[in-house]
Nanobody
Framework: EVQLVESGGGLVQPGGSLRLSCAASGFFFSIYSMYWVRQAPGKGLEWVATISRDGITTNYVDSVKGRFTISRDNAKKTVYLEMNTLKSEDTALYYC????????RGQGTQVTVSS
């Protein structure tokens, strides 16, 4: 059974930083690309970032380019999202997922950016 457990969210002021983690189990983690998606209040799921199975290739939605960094540790079966220069519009429930649409995702971790 696929399990994805996100952590690291919280309340942060605009301009601040957070690092999200996602611990994976129940599947052969190292052969899958991994994704972060988010859902802002009252909106649908939005793809945020992708990392290839070897960690070499990454892609980001335009709104987070230059501010967010996705990475992974295959030995620890963990994917990360480093978020810097956070803005109020980054407020959302963040999920890691095994597909860009977020069909298979964890329970999420809340990120709130507010002064």
């Amino acid at each position: 059974e696929v399990q994805l457990v996100e952590s690291g969210g919280g309340l942060v002021q605009p301009g601040g930083s957070l690092r999200l983690s996602c611990a994976a189990s129940g599947f052969f983690f190292s052969i899958y690309s991994m994704y972060w998606v988010r859902q802002a209040p009252g909106k649908g799921l939005e793809w945020v970032a992708t990392i290839s199975r070897d960690g070499i290739t990454t892609n980001y939605v335009d709104s987070v380019k230059g501010r967010f960094t996705i990475s992974r540790d295959n030995a620890k079966k963990t994917v990360y999202l480093e978020m810097n220069t956070l803005k109020s519009e980054d407020t959302a429930l963040y999920y890691c997922a095994t597909d860009p649409g977020g069909k298979v995702r964890g329970q999420g971790t809340q990120v709130t950016v507010s002064s």
